[in-house]
């Protein structure tokens, strides 16, 4: 079975709402087994055991949120042990052109960095989805779809 793995961090709710739906996506692909966790509950081992990892944060400030980040530099500890798995991001911000994309692509750069392997999407959403505070029913969407990807490659990759 692949593994993945969601670490999320949420103050009120809107990401956390994101990472369930990506969770249902990943549910959609047999060979996959999901575990959904909170960046405050996530530990370094989880990272490791998983064969692809998804993070999601809020947007602030055009970034992850520190908490993210604190955990990301955590892995300064693990470093060249993430190489290969698959990686994907997303996020919730305020509104449009706020500063989603450049948070999405923060935590893409760290999964790179790593070594991580990153599916881009050709139509819209290249970098991962990110939606206007909670999720409607197309960013819902959007995250099963992300989930779905990111599960499949990992599958495939497993072999
Ligand atoms: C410290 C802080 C910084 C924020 N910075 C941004 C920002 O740069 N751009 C934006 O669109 N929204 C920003 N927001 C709004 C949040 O991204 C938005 O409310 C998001 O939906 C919160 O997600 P959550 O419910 O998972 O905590 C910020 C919120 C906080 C608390």
Redesign the pocket.
Known sequence: MAKILIVYD???????KMAGAVADGTRDVEGAVTTVTSVDKAKLDDLLAADAIVFGS?????NMSGKMKELVDQTYNIHGELEGKVGGAFT????TA???ETALLAMLQAMLVHGMIVQGRHDDKHYGVAAI?APDDNETGLCRELGKRVATLAVALKG
């Open positions: 949420s103050r009120t709710g809107n990401t956390e809020p947007t602030y400030y055009g919730s911000s305020g509104g706020c500063g989603a505070e």
